[in-house]
């Protein structure tokens, strides 16, 4: 009997896909580019997410907030220190392969532009803010820093007789608040058994009484407030801030 040929199905066996691209761990998921020791380096972040140098640089200057970086994978968030990407550890895994897997693989890559990425531009002024400080510091006079001392203890004692007002203001605040809220229950309750007395002729004390309920409630409500923006405004603190900077870039 003749031998009847099955036609094949055109799967492929479960072995050959995973084999076709072997290499696709050391690819960089965002250009697909084989990673390598100069700029696409393997960097690795703490979400064990590997990308390539040259691609985080440019993620790294989308970045609001240079001392970090969002994984374009999970969006976990890496610090970078020094607000340079070259500072991230290196896949070692990927780095130890090096170049086995671009010999065995005869596609081309992509080619990178001549010149590596700019500076993050924060770090660009603090670079330049740090460069001044120096030059500042280096020419400054012995005078020039006793009166800068001057001004920093002046500031101080400032702040310091600033914050106990504050403190002062607050407790006040605190014992007006209190004692108006009290005040409020007691003639509100008065006035509402003055209004529901039935004399007569009808006494004008109830409706005295709630009016001042009223106001003492009005008077409340503004101090609380008064209370509210002495706490939690940052004048103080920005300038305390400012002025520790500025003796620490001094110094």
């Known amino acids: 009997m003749a031998e009847v040929e099955l036609p094949s199905s055109g799967a492929d066996p479960p072995g050959e896909a995973s084999s076709a691209f072997p290499y696709e761990e050391y690819e960089c998921k965002i250009c697909y580019n084989y990673f390598d020791l100069d700029r696409r380096a393997p960097k690795i972040l703490e979400c064990l ?86 030059s500042s510091v280096s020419q400054a006079t012995p005078s020039t820093t006793v009166s800068t001392a001057t001004t920093l203890s002046q500031d101080s004692v400032r702040y310091d007789s600033c914050q106990s007002c504050k403190r ?41 009484c709630l009016s001042v309920a009223s106001i003492l409630a009005m008077f409340s409500v503004v101090v609380t407030w008064l209370i509210c923006w002495l706490k939690y405004r940052p004048d103080h603190e920005t300038g305390r801030a400012s002025a520790t900077g500025s003796s620490r870039r001094n110094a």
């Open 168 to 208: 002062v203001a607050l407790t006040t605040g605190c014992v007006c608040v209190i004692f108006s809220f009290l005040s409020m229950l007691v003639l509100l309750f008065m006035g509402l058994i003055f209004v529901h007395s039935h004399s007569i002729p009808p006494s004008p004390a109830g409706p005295i």
């Open 49 to 134: 997410h590997t990308f390539c140098e040259e691609c985080l640089n440019t993620l790294h200057l989308r970045e609001e907030r240079p001392w970090r970086i969002s994984c374009p994978v999970c969006r976990h968030r890496t610090p970078v220190p020094d607000y340079r990407i070259q500072n991230l550890p290196n896949n070692t895994k990927v780095t130890e392969d090096f170049p086995l897997y671009i010999d065995s693989d005869p596609l081309p890559q992509d080619a990178l532009p001549p010149f590596p990425p700019p500076l993050h531009p924060a770090l660009v002024a603090l670079r330049r803010e740090e460069a001044s400080g120096a």
